[in-house]
């Protein structure tokens, strides 16, 4: 299999190396940032929560790029994955060179992050790196395989996507059930049964894990709300398209905002928590965190962007073909951009806001909550501006994609 690897890579084109250094990349960056995060845990006396949560935010982000990077790589190898099917390869052997692919990438990545984070931290505990390393890795090959399940090659040449799948009422009910946890610690803390010590913290634990993968979940059901309204009420060909086209695939815009949803949920609740307790050594970490996963969040809806014009060329070429001008597909993608990124934002920054309300209301003052609100306002702005500005810089994106020559 790894001969047969290398032998495809030959064939790469420059767009494929600038994926595959990408995915390499983001290894390196979570591997270092996974190291340091750790290193700042040992030594960190005061904030500990904040601590964690500065944690994940240094690592949920880059996973998300490497990911989206990984479904990119997957969706434009047609000529490649092609000739494995020609050769006599099955649709299983395709996945596990893709699983094979995404590994060996994210382990150079997270090599190199690894030595770079030894030569920096000399005098800093090391022995956390080669776990790392090994959790980097197998986090390569497991998405390499699973990006891979939406792509449909044969020999003749097709690729295409799986059926598209719209809201689930399992993605309701898991963020129904995070909320019912967390509100549930909320209430009987300091009096849980059995174990009232640490019963209210699990609790509250589970219940936030819980609504942070439900927020990304139950996105899917709001974007496609607030789309079919916005193509109710639309009053040019272009929000009508492009309400359309998010209406009939949510969940790929829920799974591209991920990144942009967990930063405003930090973000807002980091304001908050701000508010209620004052400023500390902490929450500078963690504000710097929501910096370096804003970043990730921009470049991970690149990759997404790029992904959506790869699925939509035909129809774009088509439009362009017609007399559609490209300045009026550009306004689609904005538009797009928009319609999907609002309610995300808007929702996950007044969940972020309420987890910590909920939990240090006791000590909170009503007065506070103006800075908490104003803060989670900017936070869904930031978030939303950050989409928008990512499609207004597709249009390089857009202009290669209704070429004649990369479509055919």
Same mark, same amino acid.
């Given at each position: 299999?790894?001969?047969?690897?290398?032998?495809?890579?030959?064939?790469?084109?420059?767009?494929?190396?600038?994926?595959?250094?990408?995915?390499?990349?983001?290894? +390196?960056?979570?591997?270092?940032?996974?190291?340091?995060?750790?290193?700042?845990? !040992?030594?960190? !006396?005061?904030?500990?929560?904040?601590?964690?949560?500065?944690?994940?935010?240094?690592?949920?982000?880059?996973?998300?790029?490497?990911?989206?990077?990984?479904?990119?790589?997957?969706?434009?190898?047609?000529?490649?994955?092609?000739?494995?099917?020609?050769?006599?390869?099955? +649709?299983?052997?395709?996945?596990?060179?893709?699983?094979?692919?995404?590994?060996?990438?994210?382990?150079?990545? =997270?090599?190199?992050?690894?030595?770079?984070?030894?030569?920096?931290?000399?005098?800093?505990?090391?022995?956390?790196?080669?776990?790392?390393?090994?959790?980097?890795?197998?986090?390569?090959?497991?998405?390499?395989?699973?990006?891979?399940?939406?792509?449909?090659?044969?020999?003749?040449?097709? +690729?295409?996507?799986?059926?598209?799948?719209?809201?689930?009422?399992?993605?309701?009910?898991?963020?129904?059930?995070?909320?019912?946890?967390?509100?549930?610690?909320?209430?009987?803390?300091?009096?849980?049964?059995?174990?009232?010590?640490?019963?209210?913290?699990?609790?509250?634990?589970?219940?936030?894990?819980?609504?942070?993968?439900?927020?990304?979940?139950?996105?899917?059901?709001?974007?496609?709300?607030?789309?079919?309204?916005?193509?109710?009420?639309?009053?040019?060909?272009?929000?009508?398209?492009?309400?359309?086209?998010?209406?009939? !695939?949510?969940?790929?815009?829920?799974?591209?905002?991920?990144?942009?949803?967990?930063?405003?949920?930090?973000?807002?609740?980091?304001?908050?928590?701000?508010?209620?307790?004052?400023? =500390?050594?902490?929450?500078?970490?963690?504000?710097?965190?929501?910096?370096?996963?804003?970043?990730? =969040?921009?470049?991970?809806?690149?990759?997404?962007?790029?992904?959506?014009?790869?699925?939509?060329?035909?129809?774009?070429?088509?439009?362009?073909?017609?007399?559609?001008?490209?300045?009026?597909?550009?306004?689609?993608?904005?538009?797009?951009?928009?319609?999907?990124?609002?309610?995300?934002?808007?929702?996950?920054?007044?969940?972020?806001?309420?987890?910590?309300?909920?939990?240090?209301?006791?000590?909170?003052?009503?007065?506070?909550?103006?800075?908490?609100?104003?803060?989670?306002?900017?936070?869904?702005?930031?978030?939303?501006?950050?989409?928008?500005?990512?499609?207004?810089? +597709?249009?390089?994106?857009?202009?290669?994609?209704?070429?004649?020559?990369?479509?055919?």
């Amino acid at each position: 299999m790894i001969a047969v690897l290398r032998m495809l890579n030959k064939g790469r084109s420059r767009a494929e190396r600038v994926r595959a250094g990408l995915i390499a990349v983001g290894a +390196a960056v979570a591997t270092f940032l996974v190291c340091t995060a750790v290193s700042l845990a !040992d030594y960190q !006396d005061e904030g500990g929560s904040l601590t964690g949560l500065g944690l994940a935010l240094l690592t949920v982000p880059v996973a998300g790029l490497v990911h989206q990077a990984n479904r990119l790589a997957s969706a434009t190898r047609e000529r490649r994955l092609a000739a494995l099917r020609l050769a006599g390869a099955t +649709a299983g052997d395709v996945r596990r060179l893709g699983a094979l692919e995404g590994g060996l990438l994210a382990l150079g990545g =997270s090599l190199g992050g690894g030595a770079l984070y030894v030569v920096t931290h000399l005098a800093g505990p090391l022995p956390q790196v080669p776990v790392v390393v090994v959790l980097v890795t197998l986090g390569g090959v497991l998405s390499g395989a699973y990006a891979g399940r939406h792509v449909v090659a044969s020999p003749l040449g097709v +690729a295409r996507r799986a059926r598209v799948r719209g809201p689930r009422v399992r993605d309701l009910f898991l963020f129904a059930a995070g909320v019912g946890l967390f509100v549930l610690g909320v209430t009987v803390k300091g009096r849980f049964p059995l174990v009232s010590t640490y019963g209210s913290v699990v609790t509250l634990s589970a219940g936030l894990v819980m609504l942070l993968f439900g927020v990304t979940l139950a996105a899917t059901w709001v974007i496609r709300a607030y789309a079919r309204r916005v193509g109710r009420r639309a009053r040019s060909a272009e929000a009508l398209l492009a309400a359309r086209l998010v209406e009939a !695939d949510p969940r790929a815009w829920a799974r591209a905002l991920s990144v942009v949803s967990l930063t405003v949920f930090f973000g807002a609740g980091v304001g908050a928590q701000q508010a209620g307790v004052g400023y =500390s050594q902490a929450h500078a970490l963690v504000d710097v965190a929501l910096l370096v996963a804003l970043v990730t =969040s921009v470049v991970a809806l690149v990759v997404h962007q790029a992904e959506e014009l790869i699925d939509l060329r035909r129809s774009f070429a088509a439009l362009a073909a017609s007399g559609v001008p490209e300045r009026a597909l550009g306004g689609v993608l904005v538009r797009q951009a928009a319609i999907a990124a609002l309610p995300v934002c808007g929702m996950a920054a007044a969940s972020g806001v309420a987890v910590v309300v909920l939990t240090i209301m006791d000590v909170y003052q009503v007065q506070w909550l103006g800075w908490a609100v104003a803060r989670a306002v900017a936070m869904a702005g930031v978030g939303v501006l950050a989409a928008v500005l990512v499609a207004l810089a +597709a249009r390089p994106l857009l202009r290669g994609a209704l070429r004649f020559e990369t479509w055919i």
